[in-house]
């Protein structure tokens, strides 16, 4: 069974040695995903996959990832994301 997250990429780090740590805003709560050349270090995102996250910051696109069983993401799915202060203007009338 395939599990998933919602949410948009707040924060990127990158290193010098290639390492990458994002922190992705979902449900209230942030979680910090890391991609790492080095396969002594823990990386937990596939570096095409990472650098298609580190794409999206400070844009309006958001993001779903989805893992397979293991826990281990499989794949992601970019969207626009709604314009909350559109719908805020919309209750408004």
Known sequence: MTTSI???????????????????????QITEY???ADPGRLGNFPKDLAETLVSTLDTTICVEIFFQDDGLPS????EQCEDEDEYEDEDEL
């Open 75 to 78: 794949h992601i799915e970019l």
């Open 34 to 36: 890391r991609y790492s």
């Open 6 to 28: 919602f949410g948009e990429v707040i924060r990127v780090r990158k290193f010098s040695n290639g390492d990458v740590e994002i922190d992705f805003h979902h449900e209230e």
